[in-house]
Nanobody, 125 residues
Framework: VQLQASGGGLVQAGGSLRLSCAAS????????VSWFRQAPGKEREFVASIRRNSGHTTYADSVKGRFTISRDNGKNTVHLQMNSLKPEDTAVYYC???????????????????WGQGTLVTVSS
């Protein structure tokens, strides 16, 4: 599956952005899809994930209550709604997908073999 991330931009602290991850291929509904982010000089970190069948969601503690991940299998798209943005949310955001991600590996970037190109989110103070 090929992934295309979009929706990044510059926003003031407290503002909102909605990221989208569009996927090619008819079997997208079979994939676990997650968002990761990488700030300058830092390692890539897990942000949020949504399972394929149950739609169960998982969030990093740092974004819980502010970010919401959702999927539209009919449109082969996963969204990340980001509210109450903080300067520390500034990063390049990547969507990732894989069929074989077990629950215990959800937050591990190495569990995903398909990655989008990244979209930059900048939050000004």
């Amino acid at each position: 599956v090929q992934l295309q991330a979009s929706g990044g931009g510059l926003v003031q602290a407290g503002g909102s952005l909605r990221l989208s991850c569009a996927a090619s291929g008819p079997t997208f509904r079979e994939y676990v899809v997650s968002w990761f982010r990488q700030a300058p000089g830092k390692e890539r970190e897990f942000v949020a994930s949504i399972r394929r069948n149950s739609g169960h969601t998982t969030y990093a503690d740092s974004v819980k209550g502010r970010f919401t991940i959702s999927r539209d299998n009919g449109k082969n798209t996963v969204h990340l709604q980001m509210n109450s943005l903080k300067p520390e949310d500034t990063a390049v955001y990547y969507c990732a997908a894989d069929r074989g991600v077990i629950v215990s590996s959800t937050r591990n970037s190495r569990a995903y073999s398909n990655w989008g190109q990244g979209t930059l989110v900048t939050v000004s103070s």
